[in-house]
C-alpha cells in the first residue's frame, strides 16, 4: 500500500534551471562548470514495434526499443573554455601568434604619418600583409612610396597632414604584455569536435506536499556532446545567448542512460 501511495506523499515540481559540471569519461576529473545557463531540457525518444496478424491485421504485440536521450542548453555567457569544451575549439593565445582585421578612422600627422592602434603584421618577406588607406572622397592612396613600421604608416607627399583617412589593414593580436587583455583565438576545423564527457547537472525540485525545496542531481554517465551549436547575436541590446545539445550513450553493464537523484531538502 505504501508503493501505491507514494505519488501522493512525494511529487515534485521541477522549475529551473541546471548547474552543469561536466567531467573527464574516464578520469571523472571536471572540465567545465557552468552556472549561467538559461534553457536545460532532456527529451527521452523511443521507436514502438507493432507484430500484427489476422483477418483484420488486429495488433497482437507491441514492444519498444532504439530509446535515445538528448540534452539541450541554451546558456547567456560565452567563454574561450565553453567554445573548446562544447564546440571542440582549438584555442590559442597572442603568444601563438594570430593576426586580425582592423578598419580605423585616422588624421594624418605631421610628414604624413598615420598611427594605427596594433602592429601591422607582417609576412615571411616582411612586407605588410594587407593594408589600404582611403582619403575622403572614397579613392585608394597609392602606397607605393609609403614606408611601414611597426605602427604608423608614412608618405609625406600623398598623406596630407591634417587629412582624415580610412586604413584597413591585417595587425597583430595584441598580448598580455601589451595591456590587461590577452587576445584568444578560436580555431574550429574540419577535424575537430567535442569529447564525450560524464555530465552532472544540479538543480532544485520543490515538494508539492510542503513546499520546500530538494537538492536534485541528474547525471548522465556518458554524454557525446554534439557538433552542432547555435551562437545568436541580437540587436536589441540583450547579452546574446549560445544553444548545444548532446545525446547520451550507453554506460557499463546495465546500458545506462540517466540517473534522476533527489539528495536532501536544502532550505
Known sequence: MANLLQHEIERYGAVTVMD?????YETKKPVMFLDTLKIS?????????????????DVLITYDFARTLGLEFQDALLSSESMKNLWGAKITDAAAGFNVYQREILTAATGGVLTVSL???????????????????GAEVDLTTATFGAK????AIKLIVGNEYTVYYTGEAPGAAAGEWDAIQALITSETF?????????????????????????????LKLAANFTLGLEAEGDASVFDFSGMALIDGKDKEL??????RYID
Open 258 to 263: 540517466l540517473k534522476v537523484k533527489t539528495i
Open 194 to 222: 567535442p569529447k564525450t564527457v560524464t555530465f552532472v547537472g544540479k538543480t532544485f525540485f520543490i515538494n508539492q506536499k510542503n513546499g520546500k525545496k530538494i537538492e536534485a542531481e541528474i547525471e548522465v554517465p556518458k
Open 20 to 24: 552543469v559540471m561536466l567531467l573527464d
Open 152 to 155: 604608423t604608416i608614412t608618405d
Open 119 to 137: 602592429d601591422i603584421a607582417t609576412n615571411v618577406g616582411g612586407d605588410p600583409l594587407m593594408v589600404a588607406v582611403y582619403d575622403s572622397t
Open 41 to 57: 531540457s532532456i527529451n527521452a525518444e523511443s521507436e514502438m514495434k507493432e507484430i500484427k496478424g489476422g483477418k483484420y491485421a
